[in-house]
């Protein structure tokens, strides 16, 4: 482990500084990271691991006066001289090179703080240090092309170029359920852009953020560049709203992400509001793979994951066999403590994410759905559970539970699949089990998700390609790639022609 991870210097915090991995209930102090310095502040909140309530470590919280800091050294540094490719994609390696080295210490963090068993968590940080390898990438990727400039007389001659430059200060607001990832995939892409990028981490779950500023700060991270602030939602209302945000990305619930779309005005953004995600499993289906994918896809973060399968649609034919096969998958579904090597799956976020889910599972068993397995609370955790009969008129029906919930619906012909899955109106994912390429490529093309994975659940991705959803389920696109292209503004050069 490199020795840059294992201690976060604050500067004269008057406390003593973390020392990693932390362990439940040590009194450690985290400070925030302004614009390059760790710097402690008046306000500090305990981060606790929602598994036992244990205490992981107290977070310096940030004020109005750390956003300001923080966006005055971003915005000195856009002002400055141009940040070179070639240092981008440096630091961004030099990062994924410091989480591999630190992994197992990372992975307890991320652990600890939030919903995810320990075996999720060493997931976690190996997608998030392939994340960074691929916005060191994107950071020297080939340039814009350009269309012939002369394409009307008056241009004739002319030369055109396109460029891309940064888009400026970006602001990243990120949630609990992947607290390493996903703000890898907002932090990676805006600074292989070029641009700075101030993070504001959920506040269940925000000493993952710091640790990974860690690690880029270690790998050269040029001050100004990144800003890490623990805070509450007036903290990133009052950052959306400041003029000097030239670019809001936000990853969250569709309630809190219209309250943005609304604060952020004309500002340019990339959202993504999750939604209902199905998985179709068509006469053809293999059991024997789908059941097993099917069951990480819906109880694998306890469900709390915005690709997690809430709907698994049936063809007629399967639906009795499909039914048994995932009544007992279902039942043995190990939960567990978090630190458990065989836990698989852990506990909802908090007391109230529990009694959502809880009155979503109830609400719809009064209106008719059968509880075929789970239905019931254990401790922090809601028990893996299966539906079916799920009516129309149940609140489950329309709204994305985010918890370890999924019903099972039977239907009868594609086009019957198709308007059953797209009832949702958007979505980022649909899944599909067949091997007809031909029925395939129909449901791909008629599903109204922002992707569609044949051969697998919903509840897959790469992170190299473009990622969002359709209608209410967001706008724009993430994947590495994509999301740096985003942050980045199209300057169009068109040059006056020289010589005979």
């Not at 502040?41 to 006066?65: I, K, N």
């Not at 500002?267 to 059941?291: H, Q, S, W, Y």
């Not at 395939?440 to 509840?459: K, P, Q």
């Amino acid at each position: 482990m490199r020795e840059g991870l294992v201690q976060l210097q604050a500067r004269d915090t008057g406390r003593p500084t973390p020392q990693l991995p932390p362990s439940p209930g040590r009194d450690e102090y985290w400070p925030l990271f302004a614009g390059g310095s760790w710097s402690p502040s008046d306000h500090v909140a305990a981060v606790t691991d929602p598994d036992t309530g244990d205490l992981v470590g107290q977070v310096a919280m940030a004020g109005h006066a750390e956003a300001e800091a923080a966006l005055a050294a971003a915005v000195r540094t856009m002002e400055g001289p141009r940040w070179p490719a070639g240092e981008r994609a440096a630091v961004l390696d030099g990062a994924a090179e410091r989480i591999g080295d630190a992994g197992e210490t990372f992975a307890r963090l991320i652990a600890a703080e939030g919903i995810k068993t320990i075996r999720e968590a060493r997931k976690e940080v190996a997608r998030a240090a392939h994340t960074l390898r691929l916005s060191a990438a994107a950071a020297l990727g080939p340039a814009e092309a350009a269309p012939p400039a002369d394409d009307r007389p008056g241009t004739a001659g002319w030369r055109g170029f396109v460029h891309r430059q940064p888009v400026g200060v970006v602001l990243a607001i990120t949630p609990y359920n992947d607290p390493l990832n996903l703000v890898a995939h907002k932090v990676g892409p805006a600074l292989a852009a070029g641009n700075a990028v101030v993070v504001k981490p959920h506040e269940r779950t925000p000493l993952s953020a710091l640790l990974l500023a860690r690690a880029l700060s270690d790998a050269g991270l040029p001050p100004g560049r990144l800003s890490v602030l623990p805070g509450d939602a007036t903290i990133a209302s009052s950052m959306i709203a400041d003029p000097r945000v030239r670019f809001v990305s936000f990853t969250g619930g569709r309630t809190v992400g219209a309250r943005v779309h609304r604060t952020a005005g004309l500002k340019r953004t990339l959202m993504e509001l999750g939604g209902i995600c199905p998985t179709i499993l068509m006469e053809d289906t293999d059991l024997d793979l789908a059941v097993p994918a099917l069951v990480d896809g819906a109880f694998g973060a306890a469900g709390q994951n915005c690709l997690h399968v809430q709907r698994i649609l049936v063809h007629r034919s399967l639906y009795a066999e499909a039914r048994e096969r995932l009544i007992e998958a279902t039942t043995l579904v190990r939960g567990g403590p978090k630190s458990r090597e065989d836990s698989e799956m852990g506990p909802l976020i908090d007391a109230a994410a529990l009694q959502r889910v809880s009155g979503l599972v109830n609400n719809a068993h009064d209106h008719g759905a059968i509880v075929l397995a789970g239905g019931d609370t254990d401790g922090p955790r809601y028990l893996p559970t299966l539906l079916e009969n799920l009516p129309d008129s149940a609140d489950l029906s329309h709204e994305e539970v985010f918890g370890p919930v999924v019903g099972l619906e039977a239907f009868d012909t594609a086009s019957q699949a198709i308007e059953m899955a797209n009832r949702s109106g958007g979505g980022i994912q649909a899944g599909v089990f067949t091997r007809n390429l031909e029925v395939a490529e129909t449901l791909a093309a008629a599903l109204d998700f922002g992707g569609v994975v044949i051969g697998g659940t919903s509840d897959r991705r790469s992170d190299a390609l473009p990622f969002g959803g359709t209608g209410n389920a967001g706008h724009g696109r993430e994947g590495v790639g994509y999301a740096a292209a985003a942050m980045a503004e199209l300057k169009t050069v068109l040059m006056v022609p020289t010589g005979p």
